[in-house]
């Protein structure tokens, strides 16, 4: 039986920043984006540490709608070369971590006499563009369907009016679960990264400039130093108030856009394919997602002033999401089939204009670099999250805030659990062990491997999420290394107990348990339609 990839403890890791060393990077921020930069940078040879003030992936990097994807709206756009970058990172992606991506077909169903002359025609020849920009990486040719073919494809489609439609390929993934490989692949890489420990303010140098951290860790309140040539601030929709900690007049430059997903049963669409329908009434792209089991109904891009750590649906978009997707599917969804009802936001991002601030902007995401030398990345998609920590290092390497280094190093760099060999199973199936990859077996020899605490959950897992995933609370586990929470919420909510007693052996006196399992079952409660 192969190993597991080694994890060193978190106390061995908090132990490395004794006598305030220095790092040639800092990252601030654990989501796709700064744990992308991490990757890249200890991939590189460089010294690296990044700091989570909650979990990996809690925020956005946890709410997606599980797609791998070109941007096919970008083609509307004219955006060709965003489409085709994201399609080759699609490759990348489906190649160094096959057990968390995987290829999807997609369908868009056409109806009545819109469908019959035009629709078709009109998607068809847009996806054959998307087809031809994929070159050598395309998943598959576009496809007209005649209307038999999506009734056959996607089952549970509504019937009445349908003339036909578009067959393509896409993909989807695991997004929090390739979020700890990202984590785990920058500590395999020499790197260091660590959750619930706050960035509470910066060292400074020579003529006020950034040249560190000061770091609280979270569960001990230690307070500690941790000096840098170069600190990235990566912490997505929370960007400006890091910006404003160094800059109290910085111009605020990201507008939080919420995304809106309902989680129902998958005999509503219980076939493999996803239904996109890329104009709704009002305008707007609904997706049906087969995702582990069920099916993910979304998604909204709701304005917001603020930025909560665990944004709800608003009532209009509960009430949008099913009204459209009721329109498409055979049983119309209400809200007593809804299992999970959560929200993700998206950093959208406006460059700040004038001042000293130096700006590079590329593609969806910006890179600017502040008068003292902090370097802040926001936008992008999770497809991307690798060329963007590109971006981010050739600035900070261009303003000399850290050593050059060849890039190109992450397109063949495989994540932790990336399997060589075999077929993983599907990820619209309901999970297993096929998640681990590589590490499938040490999971099934550790203790507890045929003891069962939901479907697809056991307690083997639980003891493999905190020895080698750096789970350290019920939630952790429950909605990020298993995505329980965000398929079943009442569900779920009846594995707390067990769940935190299994942690309280693998994480020691420490450790909360009855706290632990309160908070998750008080944060389930949220995740379900009242």
């Known amino acids: 039986m192969p190993p597991a990839t080694p994890q060193p403890s978190r106390a061995e890791l908090l132990a490395r920043f004794e006598g305030e060393p220095t790092f040639d990077l800092v990252v601030i921020g654990g989501g796709a984006t700064g744990l992308g930069v991490a990757v890249d940078a200890a991939a590189r040879g460089l010294s690296v540490a990044l700091f989570e003030a909650e ?32 399609l080759r990172e699609r490759a990348i992606l489906l190649a160094n971590a096959p057990h968390l991506a995987q290829p999807l077909p997609f369908v868009i169903p056409a ?25 050598r990486a395309s998943l598959g040719r576009t496809r007209l369907l005649s209307r038999k073919a999506v009734l056959d494809t996607l089952p549970g489609v509504q019937p009445d009016g349908l003339v036909g439609g578009v067959g393509y390929q896409d993909a989807q993934f695991d997004d929090a679960r390739l979020a700890v490989a990202l984590a785990r692949t920058a500590i395999r890489e020499g790197g260091i990264a660590l959750n619930y420990c706050r ?98 109904l979304g998604t909204t891009d709701t304005p917001r002033a603020d930025h909560p750590l665990e944004p709800r649906p608003l009532e209009e978009e509960v009430a949008f999401i099913l009204r459209e997707a009721g329109r498409l599917l055979a049983r119309q969804p209400t809200r007593a089939d809804v299992r999970s009802a959560w929200a993700g936001l998206r950093p959208l991002v406006r460059p700040p204009r004038g001042g000293s601030e130096t700006k590079t902007i590329s593609r969806e995401h910006v890179v600017i670099v502040s008068p003292r030398g902090l370097v802040t990345v926001t936008g992008g998609k999770w497809t991307t999250y690798r060329a963007m920590a590109e971006d981010v290092l050739a600035t900070c390497m261009t303003f000399g805030l850290m050593p050059t280094r060849p890039a190109g190093v992450t397109r063949t760099l495989r994540l932790v659990g ?10 619209t199936a309901p999970p297993g062990l096929d998640l681990y ?17 939901l479907p697809g959950l056991t307690e083997a897992m639980v003891r493999f999420a905190a020895r080698y995933e750096s789970a350290r609370s019920v939630e952790d586990v429950l909605a990020r290394r298993s995505r ?40 389930a409660a949220s995740y379900r339609l009242a």
């Open 55 to 86: 979990d990996f992936a809690k925020g956005t990097s946890s709410r997606a709608t599980k797609l791998v994807h070109g941007g096919v709206r970008y083609l509307a756009q004219g955006n060709v070369t965003l489409v085709r970058e994201a």
């Open 111 to 135: 109806y009545g006499w819109r469908g019959r002359l035009w629709d078709r025609w009109f998607y068809a020849a847009g996806l054959r563009l998307y087809d031809a920009l994929a070159g």
């Open 199 to 296: 960035v509470a303010g910066f060292v400074t140098g020579d003529g006020g400039r950034i040249a560190g951290v000061e770091v609280e860790d979270r569960e001990t309140s230690r307070r500690f130093a941790v000096r840098a040539g170069c600190v990235v601030n990566a912490t997505g929709v929370w960007g400006d108030e890091l910006r404003r900690l160094d800059d109290p007049a910085a111009a605020g430059m990201v507008t939080p856009s919420q995304g809106a997903h309902l989680v129902v049963d998958r005999s509503f669409l219980p076939g493999d394919a996803a239904l996109l329908v890329p104009k709704t009434a009002d305008g707007r792209v609904l997706f049906a997602v087969p995702w582990e089991g069920s099916v993910i």
């Open 418 to 427: 990336a399997t060589d060999t075999g077929s993983p199973s599907s990820l």
């Open 437 to 453: 990859g590589s590490e499938a077996a040490v999971v099934a020899s550790l203790p507890g491997a045929d003891r069962a605490l």
């Open 484 to 523: 329980w929470l965000f398929r079943d919420a009442a569900q779920t909510a009846t594995a707390a107990g067990p769940v935190a007693a299994i942690l309280a052996e693998e994480l020691g006196p420490g450790f909360d348990a009855s706290a632990s399992a309160r908070a998750f079952e008080h944060l």
